[in-house]
């Protein structure tokens, strides 16, 4: 048996000291390739890692090694030598790869961007695909009304749910669950479509089953793994990832139905949930408690600036829906995903049937508005910062924030009346969805600011989790509503008459907002 030794010293004050008794490192015989290690010496002022490369020599039984390692800091030169069988020489190398410093919340934040990416791909793709399936199986509007809003259906079922499992077995599981659940009614949804109408309201519940659980599930993820002084840029940048994948889908939608047909829309874009998976399975924890490798500096970073609360054995209800605040919220998100939804699911069909735009150029005209989302969003989240960083109140900032995020867009829809240019009314609802992405500086990060997280023992449960839960079931509401109650508008009325109450619900979003909601904490 072939064993190496290695000799270990401490930094001090004072020049290195050999440590007593060395470790020793064994094999059962000798290596033909190359031994590869790591040794890291660390002090209160500097960490330095050296990568250690041992190669046996092939002329003997006998091999050294010779290692010089020098503090500038302590001005000190010790050689460590090292006699053992099969070595020959080893280099040492002090730099680590960029990528192993990278931080590892940050690798968390940008999966849940992925994710959120591939969540909206798979989403506006029937906004595309259902022009050429309602001339293929002669829906009217109310009928196309009826196939959006059923993926709200199953969306609305698991959005308290959502934060509470995430709580219970880890946002790590329901999360992937999450993706791999709603990739597959995806790629479902060409065969349901072929089986009948019910089959297909069917699957796209299905689908929003699925995505119904992202939103609770990241958010609790992240209540647990980023600074409060990092929240809205890493929310901002998550949500950011939906506006992409809005971009994504419609940009690929219309070349997708052209070349192939539409059903390979659905499943070009279902099959892609297996390769995020597959990275979220290797580089996913639920909590850095669970990441064994998370480096101990920024673990460190992390629960300083967390907050830590006592364990409680049950959700506190009464509690919740007795503050004003939470009733802020939830009444605002109601409001603005009243709008929000609209657009996402008819704007395709808006450029069609008012601009006359035909399929690829509605498909191409719609990523305006979700790039300049994109872009404002993380804008926001940028100013949000820097605002808290200068001393101004969370509270003030929410509701700046906010209050840009419903007037805009409420400014811009009225606007589109009195436009005949199709240029123009491109480039009102992109600044309608500009100005609307301030919203995830707004009441989007209000979530955490009011609830403190809860940790249970027996039951966990999540005041993020379920207060996120809870209004995003109310903004669920407004897209099972919203979207449907557009195709019985258009089917009676006008687009005017649409625009309308997407403008009154942004008002009343408004009022509400500032007049009842905080960025304290109101829940410990």
Known sequence: MNTTRALLYSFTDRPFRPLKSLPDISCPKRPREALNFRVRLRTDQRCCVFRVSVR????????????????????????????????????????????????????????????????????????????PMSAEYNWNPAT????????????????????????????????????????IATALTPVAAKAGLPFLLVVRAFMGIGEGVAMP?????????????????????????????????????????????WPSVFYSF???????????????????????QLRPEEKKLIFANSSSKEPVKSIPWGLILSKAPVWALIVSHFCHNWGTFILLTWMPTYYNQVLKFNLTESGLFCVLPWLTMAFSANLGGWIADTLVSKGLSVTTVRKIMQSIGFLGPAFFLTQLSHIDSPAMAVLCMACSQGTDAFSQSGLYSNHQDIAPRYSVSINPCNAVGVLLGLSNTAGVLAGVFGT?????????????DVFKVSVGLYLVGTVVWNLFSTGEKILD
């Open 56 to 131: 046996n020599s092939g002329r003997g039984e006998t091999g050294k090694v010779y290692a010089d390692v020098k503090s500038d800091r302590y001005g000190i030169l010790e050689s460590a030598k090292l006699e053992e069988d099969a070595l020959d020489d080893a280099v040492l190398d002090s730099t680590v790869p960029w990528w192993e410093e990278f931080p590892k919340r940050w690798v968390i934040v940008i999966l849940c961007f992925s994710a959120f990416l591939l969540c909206n791909m798979d989403r506006v793709n029937m906004s595309i695909a259902i022009l």
């Open 144 to 183: 196309v009304g009826l196939i959006q809003s059923s993926f709200f259906w199953g969306y609305l079922l698991t959005q308290i749910a959502g934060g509470i499992w995430a709580d219970t077995v880890g946002g790590k599981r329901v999360l992937g669950f999450g993706v791999i659940w709603w990739s």
């Open 217 to 261: 599930a990241m958010n609790t993820i992240l209540s647990k793994w980023v600074p409060v002084s990092e929240r809205s840029r890493s929310l901002a940048l998550v949500y950011s990832g939906m506006y992409l994948g809005s971009v994504t889908g419609l940009a690929f939608s219309p070349f997708l139905i052209h070349q192939f047909g």
């Open 270 to 292: 279902g099959s892609l949930g297996t390769v995020w998976f597959a990275a979220w399975l290797s580089k996913a924890h639920s909590s850095p408690l669970d990441d064994p």
């Open 484 to 496: 449907a109650s557009t195709g019985y508008i258009l089917q009676h009325g006008s687009w005017d």
